[in-house]
């Protein structure tokens, strides 16, 4: 049994935002004697749910003591308004240097949560909000748990930060609801951009034994609690098997680390051990073994990247480096959109949902305008018929879209965002256009991907007013939005663009007016080389393999067809004219595109991966095959050398921004750190730049 007084707890970790737990004893109708209530709270509204670190598991050990020594006829806990608990604080985590400190804080979740296990008092957990990783865990030691109808977060969601359920959760889930539905929450959910479980999903899995509404959750809970006690309620318990189906579910587990992970990420692979261990149903050494797996996790360069990329989505994102002040930003009331094609669609249908002010398209024909108003109005036909929109609400937005072949139509929009032919006189020509019929004030932003815009706004009569607003595809999920400051553009208007990019709940990067911006160009120079390697004479599948020790969403051969090689081939283009010295132009790619291929791959029915027999013959093999480590090595230079030029060159204020580019709009994962981390403590910033990106101890270990 691990005990810390309170005074050793806040040696420990002596900056952590204390959950306290307090016990009072209530009186319930059919219950002889009375219920002990634990309420955790750290004294902050929901905006800042609560967590647990080494002070707040010893003050909830000391509550569940207090409670057990009054003998009640049952002990249950719960939270503060709106939360539960939200697991670990993870500022404790990042804190620890050694260990010892990390087997510590295993330890003593471990004993703490024990205590609601081994109860011989029937324990209870409330569960009257959000509930993820240890909180989750708090709730899975109790014997019993009720939850309430419209707690908005529910998972388990180490592993998709790197980590794993530490506290018991690898042990206890599967044997309360079965291994294959554990790998759902634990592997599946978590390395699915963390998807949470909606409050049935937990009922009809059999995480929670009860939904009650909010209003009087906590009557309710009390009732039922009444009814368990007395024993005219035995929850349901299904029976575990231990056999085949075990077995099946850690083959899917097993697949899912690999595709996901590819193997780089550590705490999954742990989670997979404890998995099976779990099929003994011992406590004592699947906690024991819980405890030192989260001390070799937390020790890892990969788990302080996760963190660290944690940190960079849940904050840096949040308040964005360089961005003006907000009170400079003009209300926009009106949105019109140059284009109608698949792009501008998205966007339109999310300027509709989003800020609720009218969004008119206009493109060159009639069947164009009509294509892209349809798609949006079919797109939010499909939110209606899965209820995500009310029908009232389906009717409102699809009335704010309409197309116009008219560009009069902008006269009162406040925003006018173009998404036409990447073509720099094409755009500079619509921008000129649109500057015919809007306000002086009015902001025109463009969503190119590589263009100048310093160039793009050089004709206008209001330059000022011109900012990049670059989205990433599908414009509804991916989360970046990188906003370009050309050369002469105002804080107004990139106050405006900041507060739309808010709106549209899409995470903002300030970027300066350099070819590709941040996330293409360097994608662009990773691809290259590794497309380079190819026309040398190595063969796809060396070359294409070569960078899964990264654990990247998708080989660089497969991301090539999700972009498009036109547009690839067209972005490089780009990228040459302006570093012809860095950034090359593959013949075998034109080749490539001119024949109409849009991909090196082709699988049969059997899902088996064979490059395309006609990708084979056109292209042209030199006579010098590199290894995949010789590829992968070079890749990552070229990547290093890039970055530091990007960071010396001022295109965004710090590394941090390139790494939040990569998580948001390239998807690369948490235990990359995006990709900075990684390069330091690979050893190739230093090699390739002659020093590192970020200070030792920033995304690793401290030293």
């Known amino acids: 049994m691990t005990t810390l007084t309170a005074d050793e707890a806040k040696a420990l970790f002596p900056d952590e935002v204390v959950t306290v737990a307090k016990t009072r004893l209530v009186s319930v109708p059919g219950v002889a004697g009375q219920v002990a209530l634990i309420t955790i709270d750290n004294g902050h509204d929901h905006t800042r749910p609560s967590t647990f670190g080494p002070q707040s598991l010893v003050s909830l050990s000391a509550a569940f003591d207090e409670a057990a020594a009054a003998k009640p006829a049952a002990i249950a806990v719960t939270g503060k308004p709106f939360v539960f608990a939200v697991g670990a604080d993870l500022t404790a985590v990042e804190g620890a240097s050694r260990r010892e400190q990390a087997v510590t804080i295993g ?12 109860s011989t008092i029937p324990t209870f957990a409330f569960v009257n909000g959000a509930v993820m990783g240890g909180g989750l865990e708090l709730a899975l030691s109790c014997h019993y748990r009720t939850l309430a109808s419209n707690a908005a977060a529910i998972a388990l969601p180490e592993v998709f930060l790197g980590l794993f359920p530490g506290w018991g959760g690898t042990q206890l889930l599967p044997n309360l609801i079965g291994a294959n539905d554990a790998v759902t929450v634990i592997f599946e959910n978590a390395l699915n951009q963390n998807r949470m479980l909606k409050p049935k999903q937990a009922l009809d899995l059999g995480i929670v034994d009860v939904l009650f509404d909010s209003a009087d959750y906590l009557e309710q809970s009390l009732l039922w609690l009444s009814s368990v006690v007395r024993g005219d309620v035995t929850p349901a318990r299904g029976e575990i098997d231990r056999g085949e189906a075990w077995d099946a579910a850690v083959a899917r587990a097993r697949a899912i680390v690999e595709g996901k992970t590819k193997g780089a990420a550590p705490g999954a692979l742990k989670a997979l051990e404890l998995l099976e261990l779990a ?10 073994a819980e405890t030192e797996a989260l001390a070799d996790v937390v020790m890892s360069d990969e788990l302080r990247a996760g963190l660290y990329s944690f940190d960079l989505v849940q904050k840096r994102a949040k308040r964005p480096a360089g961005a003006p002040d907000k009170s400079l930003a003009r209300k926009v009331t009106k949105v019109g959109i140059v284009g109608a094609g698949l792009m501008a669609s ?20 009639q069947a164009r305008v009509d294509k892209g108003v349809g798609y949006v109005h079919a797109e939010i036909d499909k939110l209606l018929g899965k209820k995500r929109v009310s029908p009232d609400k389906a009717n409102r937005l699809k009335a704010l879209v309409t197309g116009s072949l008219d560009k009069a139509a902008f006269a009162d929009a406040d925003f006018v965002i173009e998404a036409v032919f990447e073509d720099l006189a094409v755009k500079q020509k619509v921008f000129a256009e649109v500057e015919e019929h809007v306000s002086a004030e009015a902001v025109l932003a463009t969503n190119t991907s590589s263009l100048s815009i310093t160039d793009m706004a050089a004709g206008l009569k209001h330059p000022e007013r011109v900012v990049g607003f670059h989205f990433f595809n599908p414009v509804a999920v991916m989360p970046l939005l990188e906003i370009v400051r050309a050369g002469r553009t105002d804080d107004a208007t990139l106050a405006t663009a900041f507060a739309v990019g808010k709106q549209l709940k899409k995470s903002s990067v300030l970027v300066k007016d350099a070819p590709a911006f941040v996330v293409n160009r360097l994608l662009t120079r990773f691809m290259g080389e590794v497309v380079k390697s190819i026309d040398e004479g190595t063969p796809f599948e060396v070359a294409d393999k070569a960078t899964e020790p990264l654990g ?17 081939l067209h972005v490089a283009g780009t990228m040459h004219g302006a570093f012809p010295d860095r950034f090359g132009v593959s013949e075998n790619m034109k080749r490539f595109v001119e024949a109409g291929k849009t991909a090196v791959w082709q699988w049969d029915a059997t899902g088996k991966q064979t490059v395309d027999p006609e990708v ?61 981390p990684y390069l330091d403590r690979s050893g190739i910033s230093e090699k390739v730049t002659g020093k590192r990106f970020l200070a030792p101890g920033v995304a690793s270990v401290p030293a």
């Open 552 to 568: 990247l969403p998708m080989s660089p051969l497969v991301l090539l067809q999700l972009v498009g090689p036109a547009v690839a």
């Open 107 to 118: 330890r003593l979740g471990h004993d703490v949560f024990r205590k609601f296990t081994e």
């Open 346 to 365: 998205q966007m339109a249908l999310l300027f509709a949902r989003r800020l609720e002010v009218p969004v008119v398209l206009t493109d060159v024909d």
């Open 616 to 676: 084979q013959e056109l292209w042209e093999f030199g006579d010098k095959p590199l290894t995949g480590d010789e590829v992968f090595n070079r890749a990552l230079e070229a990547l290093a050398e890039e970055i530091r030029i990007m960071l010396d060159e001022g295109v965004v204020a710090e590394a941090q921004d390139i790494d939040l580019c990569m998580i948001l709009g390239a998807g690369w994962p948490f235990w990359l750190g995006g990709i900075t």
């Open 279 to 288: 099929r003994e149903n011992d406590l004592d050494r699947g906690y024991a």
